[in-house]
């Protein structure tokens, strides 16, 4: 994940999520396929028991398996949060279109990326006009206006969710804002403009700056002067 020419909008670099998972469970299993190969390795209690490599068979596609038992001598009696689990999944084909991520026997897939995002979150309510949606390699957004009070927004950055926005989230406010005012030639004032707005951002950044180490807020700068027209 050092080399910008393969991760170029990491979050992280040193997986310490992965190997936090592995640590905690009882066994752990990790396969990657590619270009018609793979690797497979297995731990216990964090400790590699085994690995293998080799060809893979069929028609295999490129993607990777992972399987993991939480360690019950740590955690005692556990449950799954299955409609939390469902949710980030959903998140993540959202933010990847094409992606298919199969839990459980259901698969997550997303074709209008952050549009599938508000139409999902808005439920059948319609809203007061059609999603406005925007894609472009470094920048994605969609929003419009239903019938609530008040602000919603999805904020993202290198597919990570950033619960509690960010300055990518306070440009794309004021984009908006600035957005309509131009159109209308008018000044309206932002609480005017934004409020029972649903939208979502997603940028894509290289060497991010998050505010704290759970990366729940954006504190670049520079995202600003390419967000706001």
Do not use: M
Not at 20 to 34: C, G, K, P, Q, Y
Not at 58 to 84: C, H, L, Q, S
Not at 85 to 93: E, N, P, V
Not at 172 to 189: C, M, Q
Request: net charge negative; hydrophobic share 35%.
């Amino acid at each position: 994940k050092y080399n910008d020419d393969v991760f170029q909008f990491s979050v992280g670099l040193n997986g310490v999520g992965t190997k936090a998972v592995n640590a905690l469970s009882s066994d752990f299993e990790v396969t990657s396929w590619r270009e018609k190969k793979f690797v497979r390795a297995a731990f216990e209690r964090g400790r590699l028991q085994a690995e293998k490599k080799g060809k893979a068979h069929g028609a295999e596609a490129n993607g990777t398996f992972v399987r993991f038992t939480p360690d019950p001598e740590i955690f005692g009696n556990y449950e799954w949060n299955e409609e939390f689990i469902a949710h980030r999944l959903r998140y993540y084909a959202y933010l990847n279109s094409g992606l298919s991520l199969a839990y459980n026997g259901r698969t997550h897939r997303s074709k209008n990326g952050l549009a599938d995002l508000l139409a999902d979150e808005i439920g059948e309510e319609p809203p007061l006009y059609d999603i406005v949606h925007c894609r472009e390699e470094k920048l994605e957004f969609a929003f419009t206006h239903g019938n609530a009070y008040g602000e919603t927004y999805f904020a993202f950055v290198n597919g990570q969710y950033t619960n509690d926005g960010g300055t990518h989230q306070s440009a794309f406010r004021e984009g908006v804002l600035k957005g309509v005012n131009e159109f209308a030639r008018k000044n309206f004032a932002g609480e005017d403009v934004r409020d029972g707005i649903v939208g979502a951002v997603s940028v894509k950044l290289q060497d991010p700056v998050f505010e704290s180490q759970t990366k729940n807020k954006l504190g670049s700068t520079d995202v600003r002067s390419w967000i706001v027209p």
